[in-house]
């Protein structure tokens, strides 16, 4: 079931569809002679997340007829995904419990993540790390299910089948934003792999030749792994995972990802950050820099979102 945008939904959500696609440039792009546009799924909403908006798409859908009493979701103190469905939740008037890695939080300062999520009326549920390693065991589920009362269990990220339609709609918007206009690569993070299987999963015409994924985390071969368990046998349009720009792995950065994002922050009205953005728009600037991307390429890089974990870094300030 497709929502559409005039929809009572989204308007509810004040969700900002088709998220802006423009043209930008990166540091060594001009001199290469390459053409570069981003896709502003940052802009899709000033709280959700633009990644997991799409990820999460049809599930809040069909929940905005039918509401589940309790949905849980698991992730990491500073998770884009936690906070977006927590928003959700909370604007939907469900009740919600974010099952978080890490120890026990006494006497510590909660992530500011953690806090809008509490400040929604949502619950916290700590687990320690050999408990959270056991997130897709379904016994393990009904367990925290049952303990917690709820009816509905979301796996971290979003990232689930259900996610992959909403994530292609991208290529709809693309196409009818620039109807004109041939992508050679698009560029994005990786880290559960689920958005890079909505994109490359071809049930529709696309206007991108090739995708191009920035693995965030170290995870050569499993990543790829992932993508492939989300496609089964689909046809699906080229892709290959660059593993040479995760500055050290998750949410881990290197002194010149900071002064390129830094630089780069300060340079240009759209902001990046250094766990998923920041990493994106480095390897497609390095492959530019490089010759990997031929002179004359266009190419679209895909901004996630994911600012509000930026806060980690104490940079910016997302509003609630
Ligand atoms: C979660 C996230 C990603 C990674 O998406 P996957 O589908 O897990 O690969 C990329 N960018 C941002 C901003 C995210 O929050």
């Given at each position: 079931?497709?929502?559409?945008?005039?929809?009572?939904?989204?308007?509810?959500?004040?969700?900002?569809?088709?998220?802006?696609?423009?043209?930008?440039?990166?540091?060594?792009?001009?001199?290469?002679?390459?053409?570069?546009?981003?896709?502003?799924?940052?802009?899709?909403?000033?709280?959700?997340?633009?990644?997991?908006?799409?990820?999460l798409q049809q599930t809040l859908a069909s929940w905005y007829s039918?509401?589940?009493?309790?949905?849980?979701?698991?992730?990491?103190?500073?998770?884009?995904?936690?906070?977006?469905?927590?928003?959700?939740?909370?604007?939907?008037?469900?009740?919600?419990?974010?099952?978080?890695?890490?120890?026990?939080?006494?006497?510590?300062?909660?992530?500011?993540?953690?806090?809008?999520?509490?400040?929604?009326?949502?619950?916290?549920?700590?687990?320690?790390?050999?408990?959270?390693?056991?997130?897709?065991?379904?016994?393990?589920?009904?367990?925290?299910?049952?303990?917690?009362?709820?009816?509905?269990?979301?796996?971290?990220?979003?990232?689930?089948?259900?996610?992959?339609?909403?994530?292609?709609?991208?290529?709809?918007?693309?196409?009818?934003?620039?109807?004109?206009?041939?992508?050679?690569?698009?560029?994005?993070?990786?880290?559960?792999?689920?958005?890079?299987?909505?994109?490359?999963?071809?049930?529709?015409?696309?206007?991108?030749?090739?995708?191009?994924?920035?693995?965030?985390?170290?995870?050569?071969?499993?990543?790829?792994?992932?993508?492939?368990?989300?496609?089964?046998?689909?046809?699906?349009?080229?892709?290959?995972?660059?593993?040479?720009?995760?500055?050290?792995?998750?949410?881990?950065?290197?002194?010149?990802?900071?002064?390129?994002?830094?630089?780069?922050?300060?340079?240009?009205?759209?902001?990046?950050?250094?766990?998923?953005?920041?990493?994106?728009?480095?390897?497609?600037?390095?492959?530019?820099?490089?010759?990997?991307?031929?002179?004359?390429?266009?190419?679209?890089?895909?901004?996630?979102?994911?600012?509000?974990?930026?806060?980690?870094?104490k940079r910016i300030n997302v509003s609630k």
């Amino acid at each position: 079931m497709r929502v559409k945008p005039e929809s009572k939904f989204l308007t509810d959500l004040a969700i900002n569809l088709p998220s802006p696609l423009e043209q930008i440039s990166l540091p060594d792009s001009a001199a290469k002679g390459v053409e570069v546009w981003c896709k502003r799924d940052d802009l899709i909403h000033p709280i959700i997340s633009g990644n997991k908006w799409r990820k999460l798409q049809q599930t809040l859908a069909s929940w905005y007829s039918c509401p589940p009493s309790h949905v849980i979701s698991f992730g990491g103190p500073y998770s884009n995904h936690l906070h977006a469905l927590a928003f959700c939740c909370a604007q939907l008037e469900i009740t919600f419990t974010a099952i978080v890695r890490g120890k026990y939080l006494q006497n510590q300062v909660l992530s500011p993540t953690l806090q809008d999520i509490c400040h929604w009326q949502g619950q916290l549920h700590f687990v320690n790390k050999t408990d959270y390693q056991r997130r897709t065991e379904p016994a393990y589920i009904d367990e925290l299910k049952n303990f917690l009362q709820a009816d509905i269990c979301i796996p971290e990220g979003g990232s689930q089948s259900a996610a992959l339609q909403g994530v292609a709609e991208i290529h709809k918007e693309v196409s009818y934003q620039q109807p004109e206009l041939m992508f050679d690569f698009a560029f994005l993070p990786v880290a559960s792999g689920a958005s890079l299987a909505g994109l490359v999963n071809k049930h529709q015409a696309t206007s991108i030749n090739a995708f191009i994924g920035v693995a965030v985390l170290k995870g050569e071969s499993y990543l790829e792994e992932l993508v492939e368990q989300f496609l089964g046998q689909e046809q699906h349009t080229q892709w290959h995972i660059e593993h040479e720009y995760h500055h050290g792995g998750y949410a881990k950065t290197s002194a010149d990802l900071l002064a390129f994002c830094e630089h780069y922050n300060a340079k240009n009205s759209l902001q990046i950050e250094p766990v998923y953005s920041g990493k994106c728009f480095w390897a497609a600037n390095d492959m530019i820099k490089t010759g990997k991307i031929r002179p004359g390429s266009r190419v679209l890089l895909l901004h996630t979102g994911g600012l509000q974990g930026n806060r980690a870094y104490k940079r910016i300030n997302v509003s609630k």
